[in-house]
Each structure stands twice: as C-alpha cells, then as structure tokens.
C-alpha cells in the first residue's frame, strides 16, 4: 500500500505540474475568475429562486448528465511497465496495488458524482420539486452504476477484439442506458432493489478485476494514457496533435481493417478516391464526430421553426460537406500521404471530390429526409432528400475546391 501511495503522489505533483505550467495568470485573469464569478451569482440566484432561464428548459434532462458522466473514465491500477520485473512475481504485492488504485476510483468517483448534483441540486429542489429521499437514492445508485460501468468496459475490451468489441461495447451502452432509466423513473423500492443487485455485480467485477493479472502489458497501456490525458488536453488545446503512442492493439478500425480494395480497376483517379475513403472511415474519431453531427443537425431540422428549417438545411448540409473535406486537408499533411506520388490533375480532381461525395451524401440525404418529414410528410421528406443530395452533389463536383 505504501508504494500505491508514493505512486499517487507522484502522479497528482506530475498533474499539478502540467496544470501550473499551462494555466498561467492570464487564464486565471481573464477567464477561470470571471467564469467562477458569473457561476457564483448564478448559483446564488437557483438558490433563492431568483433565476428565470430553468422555467424554460426540462430539467428532466438534467439527470441524464450523469449517464454522460459515467460513460468517461476509467477504473485506475496504478501499475506500471516496470513491475514486471519484480511485484508481478509477488502476486500479494501487485494485488494491493490494484485494490488500492480501485478504492481510489471509488473515493474519486463519489466525490465527482456529490460536486455534480451540488450543483444541481437548487435546479431539483426549487423549479423541479423532487425530494431529498429520491435524490439520495439516485445518487446511490450512479455512484455503484458508474463502477460498475468502467470494471465492465474493462472486461469487455480485455475479452473481445475486432469487430465482436465494437458491438459488445454498443451493446452495453444499450444495456446500461436502459438501467439507468430503469432506476431513474422507478419507485423508490423498485430503485432499492437495483442498487442491491448492482452492489453484487460489482463486488463480483471487483474480484475478478484483482484476479485478472493475465491482462498486465494491457492495463499498463491503459493506465499510461490515463496519467497523460490531462496533459493531451493541454497540448490539444495549443493546436498540437498528440501521437498515440500508448495505443492498444485490442481497439480495431472501424472498417476495412485488413486493406481490403473498393475499386478493382486500379487506375491512379480510383486509388486516390479509394485512398480518401479509407482515410475517412478508418479514422475513429472523424468517422464518429461525423455521425454526431449527423444526429445534431437533424434534431435541429426537427425542432426548429417551419421556415427557420429552410435556413438550416442549406447551413448544416455545407457545414457537413465541408468537415468531411476536412479529412483531404488532413491527408495531404500526412507522412505517409506525402511519400505518394500525387500529381494534381482533372481526373485526381474529380476522383476526391466524388470520395467526398460518396461520404457526405448519406448523412446530407439524412437530414434533408427529416427536414422534409417535420415540415411536411415521409414521403415529402423523401422528395426533400433527393433535391438536397442532388444539389449537394453538384456543389461537390462543380463548384468546390480542392
């Protein structure tokens, strides 16, 4: 225990360092006071019942910031690479090490979740009347369900790969929003009965957590890109992108994983397309960032005014169209892009502008469908879609730049 305590330590100095070293005087001027002053009044004012902009909003939503919550994060070990050398052949000694990084997370986690629904906590009492023996309860239960939830994405990314990950990692989340709302719109006994129920799961994810040191070269990785992901944020925000060094093998590409060809004539305008695509579908965090933008922009044609939606079809539809151009821009400052012989011409030209097309047009005919169908009807909706892709796809090929 006492090296599981030098070791948090050192890593909380090592936070503390990195957050010294990036938030200067400045910061704390111009933007981390003021933003404390403004929240302050706020929250003097949800207290005394003063503020008007919570009568507009349904705080039903706001319990849901938890199930966000739980879904970020990660149980710690506090173990490192050199402990191969020595405390994992002392099992007794590795294994205090762990259950202390565990108890950790659970003492962090409680704390995380109490700041939270201090917050909170005036929205619930004074606009939205709910009593202290259901916020109680429901705290409770977030804080096991959130445990639960990182020792269970553990075990799911320590057990699967490929392709069966992505899918059991989707089921879970299915999984677990469907408790989450289980207990959140129940009665408190039915609530009671959750939390029982969850406390055995988790005593049994506990065990097999400390029992699971097969998976040690794993969990270093994991752990090592915990320690310097506040450091990755920092270095983010500066503009720089960090390299994923500590990047495990078990996290698959969404699609084409083995290289697989999409056009059989290999002519130089099919492989740059070809090249362009994959980028775009390989890259997890553009290939979801677009599918988020997706969802956004089409509950935004939903919920907006009837002649506002007219508005926003064209603003998300290029908006879309041009994050995925994006992943060209990003391509051409790629190492490996720029060892290609790439020689720009009509047909390079026209062979990105229509990988372009090929992953914007889905999500285009997407929202143009919605728009259509909140404004109008399905099959009106359909007729909008069509208009939308065409227009798109000649704004594509004949008018945008590469």
């Not at 007794?92 to 090490?97: D, H």
């Given at each position: 225990?006492?090296?599981?305590?030098?070791?948090?330590?050192?890593?909380?100095?090592?936070?503390?360092?990195?957050?010294?070293?990036?938030?200067?005087?400045?910061?704390?001027?111009?933007?981390?006071?003021?933003?404390?002053?403004?929240?302050?009044?706020?929250?003097?004012?949800?207290?005394?019942g003063?503020?008007?902009?919570?009568?507009?909003?349904?705080?039903?939503?706001?319990?849901?910031?938890?199930?966000?919550?739980?879904?970020?994060?990660?149980?710690?070990?506090?173990?490192?690479?050199?402990?191969?050398l020595?405390?994992?052949?002392?099992p007794?000694?590795?294994?205090?090490?762990m259950?202390?990084?565990?108890?950790?997370?659970?003492?962090?986690?409680?704390?995380?979740?109490?700041?939270?629904?201090?917050g909170?906590?005036?929205?619930?009492?004074?606009?939205?009347?709910?009593?202290?023996?259901?916020?109680?309860?429901?705290?409770?239960?977030?804080?096991v369900?959130?445990?639960?939830?990182?020792?269970?994405?553990?075990?799911?990314?320590?057990?699967?790969?490929?392709?069966?990950?992505?899918?059991?990692?989707?089921?879970?989340?299915?999984?677990?929003?469907?408790?989450?709302?289980?207990?959140?719109?129940?009665?408190?006994?039915?609530?009671?009965?959750?939390i029982?129920?969850?406390?055995?799961?988790?005593?049994?994810?506990?065990?097999?957590r400390?029992?699971?040191?097969?998976?040690?070269f794993d969990?270093?990785?994991?752990?090592?890109?915990?320690?310097?992901?506040?450091s990755?944020?920092?270095?983010?925000?500066?503009?720089?992108?960090?390299?994923?060094?500590?990047?495990?093998h078990?996290k698959?590409?969404?699609?084409?994983?083995?290289?697989?060809?999409?056009?059989?004539?290999?002519?130089?305008?099919?492989?740059?397309?070809?090249?362009?695509?994959?980028?775009?579908?390989?890259?997890k965090?553009?290939?979801f960032?677009?599918?988020?933008?997706?969802?956004?922009?089409?509950?935004?044609?939903?919920?907006?005014p009837?002649?506002?939606?007219?508005?926003?079809?064209?603003?998300?539809?290029?908006?879309?169209?041009?994050?995925?151009?994006?992943?060209?821009?990003?391509?051409?400052?790629?190492?490996?892009?720029?060892?290609?012989?790439?020689?720009?011409?009509?047909?390079?030209?026209?062979?990105?502008?229509?990988?372009?097309?090929?992953?914007?047009?889905?999500?285009?005919?997407?929202?143009?469908?919605?728009?259509?169908?909140?404004?109008f009807?399905?099959?009106?909706?359909?007729?909008?879609?069509?208009?939308?892709?065409?227009?798109?796809?000649?704004?594509?090929?004949?008018e945008?730049?590469?």
């Open positions: 225990m006492n090296i599981m305590v030098r070791r948090l330590k050192s890593e909380w100095s090592y936070h503390y360092s990195v957050w010294k070293s990036a938030v200067d005087w400045v910061i704390w001027l111009y933007i981390l006071i003021p933003a404390l002053i403004i929240f302050s009044y706020q929250y003097y004012a949800l207290w005394i003063e503020a008007d902009w919570p009568n507009h909003y349904p705080l039903t939503f706001t319990w849901f910031i938890f199930f966000i919550i739980s879904l970020k994060g990660t149980t710690r070990l506090f173990i490192r690479d050199a402990d191969v020595f405390l994992r052949q002392h007794s000694y590795l294994r205090a090490i259950k202390g990084g565990i108890i950790y997370s659970f003492i962090r986690n409680i704390l995380i979740i109490l700041v939270i629904a201090g909170l906590l005036p929205l619930w009492l004074n606009y939205d009347d709910v009593s202290y023996e259901r916020i109680a309860t429901f705290l409770l239960f977030v804080i369900f959130r445990m639960i939830y990182h020792l269970a994405k553990q075990w799911v990314s320590l057990t699967y790969s490929g392709w069966p990950l992505f899918f059991v990692n989707m089921l879970l989340t299915i999984i677990s929003l469907a408790i989450f709302n289980g207990a959140l719109f129940s009665s408190s006994v039915i609530r009671f009965v959750i029982l129920i969850l406390i055995m799961s988790l005593y049994a994810l506990v065990k097999w400390l029992n699971a040191t097969w998976h040690f969990d270093c990785v994991r752990e090592q890109g915990e320690k310097l992901k506040l990755a944020i920092f270095i983010a925000v500066q503009g720089y992108k960090m390299p994923k060094r500590f990047k495990s078990k698959p590409r969404i699609l084409f994983p083995d290289s697989d060809i999409i056009y059989s004539a290999r002519t130089p305008s099919h492989v740059m397309s070809e090249i362009v695509i994959k980028y775009m579908l390989r890259n965090s553009k290939l960032t677009a599918i988020q933008l997706t969802i956004v922009f089409m509950f935004a044609a939903v919920l907006a009837f002649w506002i939606k007219w508005i926003l079809l064209p603003i998300c539809t290029i908006s879309l169209i041009h994050f995925v151009r994006s992943s060209w821009t990003d391509l051409t400052t790629h190492t490996f892009f720029k060892l290609y012989r790439f020689e720009k011409n009509t047909d390079t030209d026209l062979a990105i502008k229509r990988a372009i097309a090929w992953m914007s047009l889905p999500s285009v005919f997407s929202i143009g469908f919605m728009t259509g169908w909140a404004a009807s399905p099959l009106l909706g359909l007729l909008v879609a069509l208009v939308t892709v065409t227009l798109a796809y000649f704004f594509l090929i004949k945008l730049l590469v």
